[in-house]
């Protein structure tokens, strides 16, 4: 099994402010195969960043990812209030598929 | 639109059995992957297993392993999780979703409860 370590576990920022959140795989992943997701409290995630660098549908672009091999980085340019939740990191090239364990954006 | 509709969870004793299911609509059904990955409360998330556009298992989450079992009916647009021997650990909301190199659309979750 691939496991994906999120760095930091909690991160803490104003808006505006740039954040950098870190996957880590156990094992080479597939750049294919590396999503990111935003989870808000109540809500189901959403799909952010598909093959590992790739916006999906109406995302705004201040989110990017970037990464290969075994280190993926999601990047948010210039934080809105909108932004601060839960953002997790995924790989689905080999079963059993994983998530990381999270990363949680808050409100400095 | 797309949705993605759960049901049939629950509150079940441990040892007992329960069948979830996913009611699709919005998509072309049998063009897409499905999965099901279930949150514990306030723990990340979890993939439990998915199935390939025809039907071909991609795979199970160790920890279900030999208990559940995932399946898909084309026909009606769903896709199922047949849950046997439950255990306290399941105890989770189940989110259905859809995708293959990624999950573009995910359900609102049904809620499993396992206890006595």
């Known amino acids: 099994e691939i496991v994906l370590t999120q760095s930091p576990g909690t991160l803490s920022l104003s808006p505006g402010e740039r954040a950098t959140l870190s996957c880590r795989a156990s094992q080479s992943v597939s750049s294919s195969y590396l999503a990111w997701y935003q989870q808000k409290p109540g809500q189901a995630p959403r799909l952010l960043i598909y093959g590992s660098s790739s916006r999906a549908t109406g995302i705004p672009d201040r989110f990017s990812g970037s990464g290969s091999g075994t280190d993926f980085t999601l990047t948010v340019s210039r934080l809105e209030p909108e932004d601060f939740a839960v953002y997790y990191c995924?790989?689905?090239?080999?079963?059993?598929?994983?998530f990381g364990q999270g990363t949680k954006l808050e409100i400095k | 639109e797309v949705q993605l509709v759960e049901s049939g969870g629950g509150l079940v004793q441990p040892g007992r059995s329960l069948r979830l299911s996913c009611a699709a609509s919005?998509?072309?059904?049998?063009?897409?992957?499905m999965h099901w990955v279930r949150q514990a409360p306030g723990k990340g998330l979890e993939w439990v297993s998915g199935?390939?556009?025809?039907?071909?298992?991609?795979g199970y989450a160790d920890s279900v392993k030999g208990r559940f079992t995932i399946s898909r009916d084309n026909a009606k647009n769903s896709v199922y999780l047949q849950m046997n021997s439950l255990r306290a650990e399941d105890t989770a909301l189940y989110h259905c979703?859809?995708?293959?190199?990624?999950?573009?659309?995910w359900g609102r979750g049904t809620l499993v409860t396992v206890s006595s």
């Open positions: 979703t859809k995708g293959f190199a990624s999950f573009d659309f």
């Open positions: 919005g998509f072309t059904f049998d063009d897409y992957a």
């Open positions: 199935i390939g556009r025809s039907g071909s298992v991609l």
């Open positions: 995924q790989q689905c090239g080999t079963s059993p598929y994983t």
